[in-house]
């Protein structure tokens, strides 16, 4: 959602500038073919281009430029006059050359033997972890980054729409960009100042903000960290770079001859520095690579400028384009340190050449650099929760004083551009509506109606079911919050609610204190880990559509009072208490059980009261906000929960002594280019006796859409159990086998492979104490696994998964099954 609110929030700002000289056009050989990845450039200037895929090129210079270069190996190098500043749809036809004896030209794939351009891209290997900051035991640096949006593809009829009908002074100007040639009109900017910490012997960073402004939205953590996770940091050097939570193939990766072609094109002085210029492009369309080029030292072979340009028919959604570009600085004659990284993005519906979009544009630049300068092991330790409103209200002064780079005409035109927006009743409209699609909610003073996403629902006990709530907000900082529901069910006739509330008691370690009741229905044992979070709802039992039946419901009343700390980064404690009761909802389903081992008598509701202890780990996690609530920015994480649970017999006539343990863990992996794997496992156990309603039910999965930590194949209530394991593996590969296959290539699905297994036992003395009426009440004890295949990313939205049951096959099982589920991703 954070995506959708950035990209409709950037459909409303304006600015103004020329460059001197702009020349597009298409590079084409004698039979009229486009020749891709063509060198396009003014002669005798550092301003170039490579060619797309279509062989077409946009250039420009704020200088006035005469004459421009096309070349390409293999064919003869065209120097063309040019007679006036802005010349556009050019037509330029390379003819092929003689080779010479004593130079190799190579064109189209080229050969990985005998190539000397691999020669030197070994020697760039085996020096890459000898080059820049990794040369020092410690440094530290400063650090300026500034991020811009703009709406780009701008014509008379996008100017005329009736979005932006009492907003037109918008559209006073707009410029053109240096890479793509389009018509781009300027509406956020963020700027960031930080000083950079790093100690390579303890393999530990710390960037401390120093300053952050922005055209409006200064004190929007959300949006801020959402900027931050989208451009996140990267090296050259390594073997893959993540962008979009994709793992694109450097073109100075180890596996790098594997999908691209490497030419060595030319060799000259740079900065006083003898350089070798080698281009490079995929071997195969689909796939995550670039093409461009880069200059490598002859003697340190380390990079002294390197472009690089995702190809178009990579596979990744909503991003046309994505180009970046580094340039390096050389200290005491040998050692490069990166003091410019530029990065823009194309982001698009589809990737049509008129298409409308969104460049985002990150410029980052470093200086004063240090090296060797030890700092202590506490220094890198994270603040748990540091919060300094002063970064984000720095005057003007501090900013003209201390940014690395004087903002153009355009960047100083987007401060004043929202200045004027807020006072503009029609943009204040469009603002309100963003934000209830963003985060759900609509807004009345300090209260928040919603969540309008929860609204409907349907199980077989309430029918029809509609829910209303809402929440108190002042503002994302909150140090407290109250919030609740009310819903109602037609077919049973009745009412239940929901209430919580949360207190921040210590800002530094985030003690918290919370507390709440709710008495609804829900289908419990819809997971195998579980929490006393009192506004939860389960999909099991609100879903508008299940397969089977969905009348196995409880009647729950939950109440819990809970404090949790967070002593480290990421790592939270929790110690609460909580008292329930439970009986069933519907005649067809029974939770009766003996009240002992002796089986004299029998209840069918439960009352109980019990204390639990949780641990919460997850590293890597990126949160925004530093009040109650906390949001977590869009990015993969490993995951480590621990529950501890006691019952407490006879405390508020709570029926159960017992000890209960679970774990859960989850890790993430990025496997370079062959997609990403998620593998998830779940232990648990209960000691002592208990009735059904306290024991661990493995999760079937009787909804049509496919939910994490559920058995597709497996209705509810088909396995129980009091001792338990589980694992799932997912796998998704990100196109990497269709895009070896020539007529699937186009269509950019991603095959996913997964499995998902469960064993468990259930004691004799559960055995004795329990009452199926109507279950089988059985456990997995021959293990329990079923297996997926899916196919993804069609139509950009929807993904198709099959199932097959490994075990426990019987002809009244589900032994297949298909589901879908829909998304927005990259």
Not at 385 to 402: G, S
Request: include cysteine.
């Amino acid at each position: 959602m954070k995506k959708n609110i950035l990209t409709l929030l950037l459909l409303i700002f304006s600015v103004l500038s020329f460059a001197q000289t702009k020349v597009s056009g298409i590079v084409v050989d004698e039979n009229n073919k486009p020749i891709a990845y063509a060198n396009v450039g003014f002669f005798g200037a550092p301003e170039g281009i490579i060619t797309n895929e279509d062989g077409r090129f946009y250039v420009e210079s704020p200088e006035d430029r005469k004459v421009l270069s096309v070349s390409f190996v293999g064919y003869t190098t065209e120097k063309i006059t040019l007679e006036k500043p802005v010349t556009y749809n050019m037509r330029v036809v390379l003819k092929e050359g003689q080779q010479l004896a004593e130079v190799k030209i190579y064109s189209g794939k080229t050969s990985k033997k005998n190539n000397p351009a691999l020669d030197i891209l070994r020697k760039i290997w085996a020096r890459k972890r000898k080059n820049g900051l990794r040369m020092f035991k410690q440094y530290q640096m400063d650090k300026y980054e500034k991020v811009e949006f703009d709406m780009n593809t701008i014509d008379s009829a996008f100017m005329k729409s009736k979005i932006f009908k009492g907003m037109e002074f918008i559209f006073n100007s707009v410029d053109t960009s240096k890479v793509t040639g389009k018509t781009y009109l300027p509406i956020f900017i963020n700027e960031a100042l930080s000083n950079v910490y790093g100690d390579n012997v303890k393999n530990k960073v710390k960037e401390i903000l120093v300053a952050n402004k922005n055209s409006g939205f200064n004190t929007n953590q959300q949006l801020i960290g959402f900027i931050k996770d989208l451009y996140t940091d990267y090296d050259i050097y390594d073997n893959y770079l993540k962008f979009f939570d994709k793992a694109f193939t450097s073109p100075l990766s180890r596996t790098g001859i594997d999908v691209y072609n490497y030419v060595l094109a030319d060799s000259a002085f740079i900065d006083k520095k003898w350089c070798y210029n080698i281009v490079y492009y995929p071997r195969r369309t689909n796939e995550l690579t670039f093409k461009g080029d880069f200059w490598v030292n002859d003697t340190t072979w380390a990079i002294k400028d390197i472009n690089m340009e995702v190809t178009r028919s990579a596979n990744i959604n909503w991003v046309k384009e994505i180009y970046i570009e580094q340039q390096f600085d050389v200290l005491n004659d040998s050692v490069f340190l990166l003091k410019r990284d530029y990065i823009m993005t194309d982001f698009a519906l589809n990737k049509k050449e008129k298409s409308k979009g969104v460049y985002g544009k990150r410029t980052t630049l470093f200086r004063n650099h240090q090296f060797d300068i030890e700092k202590p092991d506490n220094f890198y330790k994270e603040e748990v929760n540091y919060a300094d409103d002063a970064i984000y209200t720095r005057p003007d002064e501090f900013w003209e004083e201390n940014r690395f780079e004087s903002l153009n005409k355009d960047e100083k035109g987007v401060y004043k551009m929202l200045d004027t927006l807020k006072t503009n009743r029609k943009f204040k409209r469009l603002y309100s509506l963003v934000e209830i699609i963003g985060s759900g909610y609509i807004q009345r003073g300090h209260f928040d109606y919603g969540p309008i996403f929860s609204t409907f629902g349907y199980n077989e006990v309430e029918g029809l079911r509609i829910r209303t709530g809402g929440r108190t907000y002042f503002g994302q900082n909150d140090l407290w919050r109250l919030q609740g529901y009310v819903a109602y069910g037609f077919k049973d006739d009745k009412f239940k609610y929901g209430l919580s509330g949360s207190w921040l008691l210590d800002k530094k370690n985030r003690l918290i204190l919370s507390g709440g009741n709710r008495r609804d229905i829900e289908q419990i044992g819809a997971s195998l880990t579980t929490t006393n979070d009192i506004l939860g709802r389960s999909f099991a039992s609100s879903a508008l559509f299940t397969s089977g039946s969905n009348g196995k419901l409880t009647n729950i009343n939950l109440s819990s009072v809970a404090l949790e700390i967070e002593p480290v980064r990421n790592l939270t404690l929790q110690a609460g208490f909580s008292y329930r009761t439970l009986e069933s909802a519907s005649p067809t389903f029974s939770l009766a059980y003996y009240t002992d081992l002796s089986q004299q008598r029998i209840k069918s509701d439960i009352t109980q009261s019990e204390v639990n202890f949780q641990i919460d780990y997850t590293p890597g996690r990126k949160t925004t906000g530093y009040g109650v609530e906390r949001h977590t920015v869009d990015s993969p994480f490993p995951r480590i929960f621990l529950n501890y649970s006691q019952g407490l017999k006879g405390v508020m006539n709570s029926d159960f002594d017992y000890e209960k343990l679970q774990l859960y863990y989850k890790q993430p992996m990025n496997i370079g280019g062959l997609g990403r794997l998620d593998i998830i496992t779940e232990l648990g156990k209960t000691y002592s006796y208990i009735p059904l309603g306290l024991m661990s039910i493995v999760p079937g999965n009787q909804t049509y859409f496919t939910i994490e930590n559920t058995f597709n194949l497996l209705d509810f209530y088909e396995f129980e159990a009091d001792t338990y394991a589980t694992i799932q593996l997912q796998h998704n590969f990100g196109g990497r086998i269709f895009s070896r296959i020539p007529f699937m290539r186009k269509l950019n699905w991603r095959e996913t492979v997964g499995f998902k297994g469960v064993y468990g036992t259930i004691s004799d003395k559960n055995r004795l104490i329990n009452i199926p009426s109507g279950l089988e009440y059985r456990a997995p004890e021959d293990f329990y696994w079923e297996y997926n295949a899916g196919i993804g990313n069609i139509f950009k939205v929807f993904k198709i998964e099959f199932s097959w049951r490994g075990s426990y096959i019987t002809p009244s099982t589900n032994n297949f099954g298909v589901k879908g589920s829909f998304g927005f991703y990259f």
